[in-house]
C-alpha cells in the first residue's frame, strides 16, 4: 500500500517525470496505490495557479532566482497565497 505525497504525484503529471517517481509509482499493483484529500486538493490548487492569467511583462518561473537582472519582473505563483 502506497500513498505518495504531492511532489510525486505532481512530479508523475509532468510530461517527463523523474524516473524514480515513475518507477515508483508504476511498482504498485492496482488497488495498492492511494491518496489523500490534501494532495488531491493540493494538486488543484497548483493547477490554479499555473494557469492563473499573469499581467503583461510578468515572468513567472518556480525560481526566480535564474531570471534576477533579466529586465522583467518576477512574480512566483508557487508562494502566493490564495485570498
Known sequence: ??????PVISETMQP???GWCA???GQE????????TVTVAKV????????????????SPRHTADFEGCGLRLR??????RA
Open 29 to 36: 499493483q492496482s488497488g495498492e496505490l492511494f491518496t489523500t
Open 44 to 59: 488543484q490548487q497548483g493547477i490554479e495557479l499555473r494557469y492563473r492569467p499573469l499581467p503583461p511583462r510578468y515572468l
Open 76 to 81: 512566483n505563483p508557487w508562494l502566493e497565497v
Open 16 to 18: 517527463l517525470p523523474l
Open 1 to 6: 500500500m502506497l500513498f505518495p505525497d504531492t
Open 23 to 25: 518507477g515508483v509509482v
